[in-house]
C-alpha cells in the first residue's frame, strides 16, 4: 500500500468511497468537484493505493488563522473500504495528513465527525484526537436572499 496525491483519474473509486461514507455520487460529479480541489493550494487529497485500486482517501482543507501564528488544518472526508479497514490505511492516511499539516505550519488539524460515526470516534481517539467543546452550522444556499 502506498499513498499518493488524488486524481481525477480516480474519481469513479473516490464516488465509491464517498458513497460508502454516506454521500452517494457519481464519477463526473467528483470529477467536476477534484478539479476544483486540485486547483486549490488550500485543499489536498490524499488516496491510498493497494494494486492499483484506490482503497482509501482523505481530503484535506488549510486554514489560515488571523489570532495565531499557525494555520489549522480540517480533515473534509476520510474514508477507507469496507474491506480495507483493520489493516492500518486509515492511520497512514491520517499520518501522511499530519505531515502535510506540519509542513504547513500548522498548529492543530481537526474534523468533524457526526455523533453516529462511534467507529470513526473510536478510530481518532486511538490517533490522540480530543472532542472539542461545540460545534455550530448553519445551511445556507448560494442562490437564495439571506
Known amino acids: 500500500?502506498?499513498?499518493?496525491?488524488?486524481?481525477?483519474?480516480?474519481?469513479?473509486?473516490?464516488?465509491?468511497?464517498?458513497?460508502?461514507?454516506?454521500?452517494?455520487?457519481?464519477?463526473?460529479?467528483?470529477?467536476s468537484k477534484l478539479a476544483r480541489q486540485l486547483a486549490h493550494a488550500d485543499a489536498k487529497l490524499l488516496v491510498a493505493v493497494e494494486h492499483d485500486v484506490v482503497i482509501g482517501l482523505i481530503a484535506l482543507n488549510?486554514?489560515?488563522?488571523?489570532?495565531?501564528?499557525?494555520?489549522?488544518?480540517?480533515?473534509?472526508?476520510?474514508?477507507?473500504?469496507p474491506e480495507a479497514r483493520g489493516r492500518g490505511v486509515g492511520a497512514a492516511l491520517e499520518?501522511?495528513?499530519?505531515g502535510l499539516a506540519r509542513a504547513r505550519r500548522c498548529d492543530r488539524i481537526e474534523v468533524?465527525?457526526?455523533s453516529r460515526r462511534e467507529?470513526?470516534?473510536r478510530f481518532y481517539y486511538r490517533q490522540g484526537y480530543t472532542e472539542s467543546p461545540k460545534y455550530l452550522q448553519k445551511s445556507i444556499r448560494p442562490d437564495s436572499p439571506e
Open 1 to 31: 500500500m502506498h499513498i499518493r496525491p488524488g486524481e481525477i483519474a480516480d474519481s469513479g473509486a473516490i464516488a465509491a468511497l464517498l458513497s460508502d461514507l454516506g454521500y452517494p455520487t457519481t464519477a463526473d460529479f467528483v470529477a
Open 62 to 81: 488549510f486554514i489560515p488563522q488571523l489570532a495565531l501564528a499557525g494555520d489549522y488544518c480540517r480533515i473534509s472526508y476520510f474514508c477507507v473500504a
Open 95 to 98: 499520518a501522511a495528513a499530519c
Open 112 to 114: 468533524h465527525c457526526h
Open 119 to 121: 467507529l470513526a470516534h
